[in-house]
């Protein structure tokens, strides 16, 4: 399959760019747990962005457990997601959704502005910061039930050593915890009376960060980080719904 594309060049001026015809030949490196369970947050902001582009199932995707690090030697580290697209090697979800945006101009937009990306990067920067940690101590006892058995030691005594505690201790009062989410994400339920998106109209990649996390919690745990009222949940729905009901077709947990 071939894309028009239009790639800048550092051998350019600044604000000149080389149209070029690419044959498609992306790999998508993308961590797994047991029965290639997808669940990690910064995997599923890569994979609702491919599929806003209309390139996720062109993409070829290479599961990797926690145990197989040693797939990832090529990129110079060891965390996922990780493209490679024809010779070129991007890790890093932020990173990589810049390299998406860049280098395919001819597809839709990532970003609620094509020429700021700051509500984006905010939104990565506070999710990860304020988000992952309160998600985190709801479901991460939950997570050594869907990642391969031979991966549970190693994660156990990662996870353990991160929280200063046994993981049946770090997820105990995860109903405070959920509370606390609450209150947190009160700028999301602020920004949605507007807009069904936090992108707008439509969503934009400051979804799929906030969505990840979400989706993180939901294959991993029957436990509902969301109290059954709150109204972020309907935008949880439309974000489940999206290109054909992408991440509703991955196996959730708590149903």
């Not at 894309?3 to 149209?19: E, G, Q, R, T």
């Not at 920004?191 to 969503?203: D, Q, T």
């Not at 969505?211 to 509902?224: C, E, N, V």
């Amino acid at each position: 399959m071939f894309y028009f594309s239009m790639v800048s060049s550092d051998l350019l001026p600044k604000k000149s760019a080389l149209i070029i015809v690419i044959g498609f030949n992306m790999k998508f490196f993308d961590l797994s747990g047991a029965d290639n369970k997808r669940f990690s947050p910064f995997g599923w902001r890569i994979r609702m962005a491919l599929a806003h582009l209309g390139m996720e199932e062109e993409a070829e995707v290479e599961l990797v457990k926690f145990s197989q690090k040693d797939k990832l030697t090529f990129s110079g580290q060891e965390l996922v997601p990780v493209i490679k697209d024809d010779k070129v090697i991007v890790y890093d979800s932020w990173r990589i959704a810049e390299y998406l945006e860049d280098h395919y101009a001819n597809k839709p937009t990532l970003f609620s502005s094509s020429t700021n990306r700051s509500a984006e990067r905010f939104m990565a920067s506070w999710v990860d910061s304020q988000i992952h940690p309160l998600v985190a101590k709801c479901v991460v006892r939950d997570i050594l039930d869907v990642i391969d058995p031979r991966d549970r030691e190693y994660f156990r005594r990662s996870r353990e050593k991160r929280f200063q505690m046994p993981l049946e201790e770090v997820v105990k009062d995860r109903e405070q915890t959920r509370t606390l989410l609450k209150r947190t994400l009160f700028p999301v339920r602020k920004v949605l009376e507007l807009n069904p998106f936090l992108g707008g109209r439509s969503a934009s990649f400051s979804d799929y960060t906030m969505f990840g996390a979400f989706m993180w919690a939901r294959i991993t745990s029957s436990f509902d980080i969301l109290e059954e009222d709150d109204p972020i949940a309907d935008w949880r729905e439309r974000m489940l719904d999206l290109f054909s009901g992408l991440a509703r077709k991955e196996n959730a947990r708590n149903l």
